[in-house]
């Protein structure tokens, strides 16, 4: 007789934002094995970035990969052309693109620790987390003319300016923000009933993160150092106060840690942006054709933002090569899931933030 | 729980933070990016715009005696404005409005519609080139008999 | 960024050889068309907590030979060489297609002459 029981979670299910389907090897209620398939929303991105549209355009089309991270995707991807373009940003443009990148950090890791809330059962939780969430979402929307898709960084600078009334509505909406965060740690860490579903579930130990190359968040809550901010010196992000979040425990509740600390590091990087902003041109003309490899990493806020472009002095790339930081993480998160009891995979799940759209891109 | 109760009670006093859509209007921020809006009589009719569109929603029809016809599909756009930075006149043949575009229903044609009108776009543009390409070798054929 | 040419049938012991779980972070397994049957495998790793240190092993090849696979070292690199057989139409030992298309969909997009 056959021991073991077969149970799928999705395409479609109910904790779901995105299709993705894992299939559960269960023996009772404890998983003991994990398959998962992530193409139901390939769109063939790169194939179209290095045959319909010119350099120029794709920046426009890689901020369609993903809606909460379009902002991380154009950026990298502008980076990578600028480079090959042999063209170096002055302090005002990548203090504007570093402000954009951190406020979209924030608004990510909102929705991330409302939906891992929701997914507890915490059905009032998440809609005061949405609520909060929507004081980033206006800054955004005031910064870039847009809620979602931002179009705000072009090759050769960005594309609108920050004037001083927006600079006052960054500052009000951030320090109404960071009060809320502060009650928010404040119940995360607390609540009986939250610690019940968080603390001791969905494990990542440091030796498995290693083993697995995991990323992001999910690293830094297993006590692995990794941060593409830190690693990289195209922004100068240590001089705006940054620091870097590191749990140790790997569980729900350290993934929900890092990224409210994130939050709070993110706001007073942000409040040093606006109050410290260098004078200077927001656009300039870059000449030439794209010519040569390039390699370009950012920290999204789910992990590392991998870009990949190679030109040959045409209009038109040979290719750029997306890595999504959701893509690179799936094996460490089949492991998280190996050795859980079944009814808790869809708070764990939540917790990874996974990025379907990116993935499949 | 006396705490609890205390919070349950007011919060029904509190503000909703949500809105009442359609019956109120949502307020949109100010230098929002909204519809590309065209005048006819300030273009110089260069084509910039159409070349840097990335989805392709501007085109010009090419008339056979030389003018050319603008054609927008404002459900394609994704405003992100990148013509009125190319264009040569900004603000006065080309500019970005403050209005949200309504959602596109059948009788539109936001697809079909656009389709018929980007073939008839690159025929009238081919027909043109072709046009010009049979006058030129007429008129050097013009010549040598002038001169003889 | 440092580029070390490799070919497939070292790639196993050259990887063996530099890879150490604790010091280098793999990035993913690329792959670029280079027209006429060739193409360029890359395999990619950062170094952890250090500023801008990128390697990148390449290797050329064509689109019959298989690709020796990188799980028994790391395994997170099953994920990469799926996308490859599915993106390329390569054959890489252990992984099986349709990560991103189905059985109706077009074949290896990502080659030239598609």
Known sequence: MKKTIQIPLGSQHISLLEPIRFKFECENETIIGVDADVGFVHRGVELACTRSFEFKQVGYVVARVCGLCAITHSLAYTLAAEKLLGYVANDRIKYLRMLMVELDRIHSHLLCLAHTAENAGFEALFMQIMGDRELVMEVQEAISGNRVQFDYICIGGVNRDLTSELCDLVRKNLMILSEKVEVLIGLFDNNWSLSLKYKGIGVLSLEDAYTYNALGPLARASGLATDVRAETSDFPYEALGYTMIVESTGDIHARNFVRLREIVNSIAMCRNIVDNLPMGEIQEKVKGKPKGEEIVRIEAPRGELFYLVRGNGANILERVRIKTPTFSGIPAMMEVFKGSQYADAPAILASFDPCMSCTAK | MFKAMVEAFKNLFKPVRTINYPAQEISLPNGYRGLIEHDHEACIYCDKCEKVCPPGAILFYQHEEGGKEYHYNPWLCIYCGECVRACPKPDEALWQSETKQQSGVKEDGVNEGWFVWEEACKESREAYAAAKKERKPKMKSEEPLCVS | ?114
């Open chain 3, 1 to 114: 960024m440092t580029k070390i040419e490799t070919t497939l049938s070292t790639l196993l012991l050259d990887i063996g050889a530099f890879y150490k779980p604790k010091e280098w972070h793999f990035l993913t397994v690329n792959g670029i068309d280079l027209g006429e049957g060739k193409i360029e495998l890359q395999w990619i790793f950062s170094k952890y907590g250090v500023k801008d240190e990128v390697v990148l092993y390449y290797a050329l090849s064509d689109y019959e030979t298989p690709v020796p696979s990188l799980v028994a070292l790391i395994p997170s690199s099953t994920m990469g060489e799926r996308e490859i057989v599915d993106m390329f139409g390569l054959t890489v030992e252990g992984a099986q297609k349709g990560l991103y298309l189905d059985k109706d969909s077009l074949p290896h997009p990502l080659r030239g002459d598609v």
